[in-house]
């Protein structure tokens, strides 16, 4: 089998490279799972720079997050799984052909799902969920505004929040992903050509957004705390420019605007049991409806995980770039 590694940080496509292994084999309540889908994310690109929240702790280390497999051997004690259950993996260092997890990191996948989209169900749908109702308390009619709303995290927020009654400004930097924004639910599309951007906002809708969502960091975040109401919330949840947040102090201090954050990997550590079943749940049936199709742009095997990961860190992307297993029937 494959495994894809990083022996050091840097540029993801020049680290990252393929180690052939013997199939491990499942000690007691573990199971091996075949993947057969990875998801490559901007997260698993700041993994290998070592940009990462969470790092491995040591090197070298496999990446990936997100992956869809089969169960095909068991250790002794497995109790709910066997083999030939579909498994959506939970954990790090997916990026392999093989990988041995405890049984209850390997929940199924939900019966008769697509297994590219059910990969990707659980981290930016979940992503983009959790902040349209989490942070804030918001009303159908509210506004919300975002940046980088093309990103997959940003569609799915559009498709969220038009389910939800909000309004949503959505900013991007091209305007061929307008059409495809309009029909996720957006209300409005700005293309950023270095605009007075609080102003655009402004003339655009009827009332100042309550929230602001910001994955691109620098003087993105400024724009947005201009614009969003009197004690408004601009919860940063990307690095994508890898530039620091700039917020104006008038807008701290007069206006009383609120910077937080979001991070996934850390609502997973502080929700209870309940909690992340009724997410999966949810997120389980909007995968069922179609609601959370993701477009694709390239599949690569993984034995092709570096020109993938260049891919990945690619702009103007139009979808996804995912790995493949070597473990297609
Ligand atoms: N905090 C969390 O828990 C959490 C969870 C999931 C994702 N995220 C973050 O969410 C963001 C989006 O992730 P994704 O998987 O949805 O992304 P994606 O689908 O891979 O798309 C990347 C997007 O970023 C845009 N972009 C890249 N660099 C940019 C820049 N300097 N300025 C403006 N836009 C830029 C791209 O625009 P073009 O199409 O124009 O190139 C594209 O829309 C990432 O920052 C990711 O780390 C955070």
Same mark, same amino acid.
């Given at each position: %089998? ?11 496509? @020049? %680290?990252?490279?393929?180690? #052939?292994? @013997? ?16 998801? =490559? ?31 095909? *051997? ?21 990026? *392999? ?37 989490? %942070? ?7 506004? =919300? ?11 799915m927020v559009i498709r969220f929040a038009h389910e939800l009654g909000l309004k ?13 924004l309009r029909s996720d639910g957006a209300d409005i599309v700005i293309i950023d ?21 910001? *994955? ?23 690095? $994508? ?17 609120? !910077? ?15 909690? %992340? ?14 609601? !959370? ?8 095997? $993984?034995?092709?995980?570096? #020109?993938?990961? *260049? ?9 996804? =770039? ?8």
């Amino acid at each position: %089998m494959k495994r894809a590694i990083f022996k050091s940080h840097g540029d993801p496509a @020049k %680290m990252i490279e393929i180690l #052939e292994e @013997k199939d491990p084999v499942p000690g007691p309540g573990e199971v091996r799972v075949r993947n057969l889908v990875m998801t =490559i994310n901007p997260a698993d690109l700041l993994a290998i720079q070592g940009q990462y929240g969470a790092q491995p702790m040591t090197l070298p280390a496999t990446p990936g997050v997100g992956a869809y497999g089969v169960v095909d *051997a068991l250790g002794h004690g497995v109790s709910q799984l066997k083999v030939g259950d579909a498994v959506l993996p939970v954990g790090s260092g997916l990026w *392999a052909d093989a990988v041995i997890l405890k049984e209850r990191m390997a929940p199924k996948a939900p019966a008769g799902c697509d297994p590219e989209q059910a990969a990707l169900m659980r981290a930016n749908p979940a992503t983009a969920y959790l902040m349209l109702t989490d %942070m804030v308390k918001l009303e159908a009619g509210d506004w =919300i505004v975002q940046n980088a709303a093309n990103s997959n995290v940003g569609r799915m927020v559009i498709r969220f929040a038009h389910e939800l009654g909000l309004k949503t400004v959505n900013i991007v930097r091209r305007g061929d992903v307008a059409k495809a924004l309009r029909s996720d639910g957006a209300d409005i599309v700005i293309i950023d050509e270095g605009q007075d951007m609080a102003a655009a906002i402004s003339s655009a809708t009827s009332a100042m957004p309550k929230l602001a969502l910001d *994955a691109v960091g620098g003087s993105a975040t400024e724009a947005l705390g201009a614009a969003v109401m009197d004690r408004g919330t601009v919860v940063v949840y990307g690095l $994508l420019s890898g530039e620091t947040n700039q917020l104006n102090p008038r807008d701290l201090v007069f206006r009383d605007v609120k !910077l937080r954050g979001f991070w996934l990997f850390d609502w997973y550590r502080t929700a209870n049991r309940q909690k %992340m079943h009724d997410l999966h749940s949810f997120l389980e049936a909007k995968l069922a409806k179609g609601i !959370l199709q993701t477009d694709i742009e390239a599949r690569y095997p $993984l034995d092709h995980v570096r #020109e993938a990961v *260049a891919h990945a860190a690619r702009d103007g992307r139009n979808g996804k =770039i995912l790995l493949k297993g070597n473990n297609d029937a």
